[in-house]
């Protein structure tokens, strides 16, 4: 993969491109402390750490209109998509906007966004609650580690076209490794485990402190769940929105005649660990917990997914 040498005046330059052409965000470090991702407007203002909130959001909005009723005729929401760079991503964030990728991909809105937001990725430092499960990454149009700047797209070979003149050495090096802290991945024993444990206590367990509050999926990178609400308003055009999703709300598997699914939190939680760990319809077989730990950060009492997997393996190996 090519790469290219950086050096001082790098950041600038490749920022004053990015804003030239949309809406540039990256992490921030907050007053309070806290890294959340934000409009960029200096490099040097770009925070090593992870944001609290994953980069999800600009691809798939918590809240979007898909269409209104205007003339006895469904219309898309037409407003065109603005040219925007996500920068700063760190591989377990690029990771999942593949995952993303792949989720949508017959979607139209989603896949609008996509086309035009740059991705500019960033070599991370593993955090404590950090579990990274994929020892490969996706390179995201540009990405940088230890002074250099690899070249992933053909939107990135565009970039540095332009950047050419703040650019070092060119060689041909592959991707440095990521700093691989989780454990190997054990599917097959994980699955085996995971089958034998319908009605485990494990799940009551751990379930009985759950407040139902939603926020691990929030924080998710991958989670993808979502609702379609039609909203009719007097004096306003009938609209229909899609709204994130949560499997823990107790509405979640609610259906027609007041059957639900799941009724129970230690049946939410085992549906959650499975669809992280085994992944779900299309995608079943691959996992979509990238080992970020923002769910377990976010959770208020502390209920660990990593935790869990670990407590499945030890308790069925008995």
Known sequence: MKSFGVGNGFGEALLAILQSRGRVFGPIRGADGICRLGPLTRWTSLCADP????????????????????????????????????????????RAIDYLDRVFADDPHYQERRRRTLLVGIACVPREECACRVGDYPPGDLFLADDRLWCGSMQGEDLVAQLRPVLGDEQDRPLPPREFVGRPQENGRLLAAFARSAGAPLWARIAQGCLSCGACSAVCPTCTCYDIVDEVLPGKAPERFRTWDNCFFSSFALVAGGHNFHRERAERLRFRFEHKFFGFGPLRGETSCVGCGRCARACPVGISLEEIRQTLLRESSR
């Open 51 to 94: 944001p609290y909130l994953p980069p999800k959001k600009y691809l798939f909005p918590p809240r979007e209109r898909l269409w209104s009723l205007m003339a006895d005729e469904y219309r898309r929401n037409g407003r065109p998509e603005e040219a925007m760079a996500l920068v700063g991503l760190a591989p377990c964030d690029l």
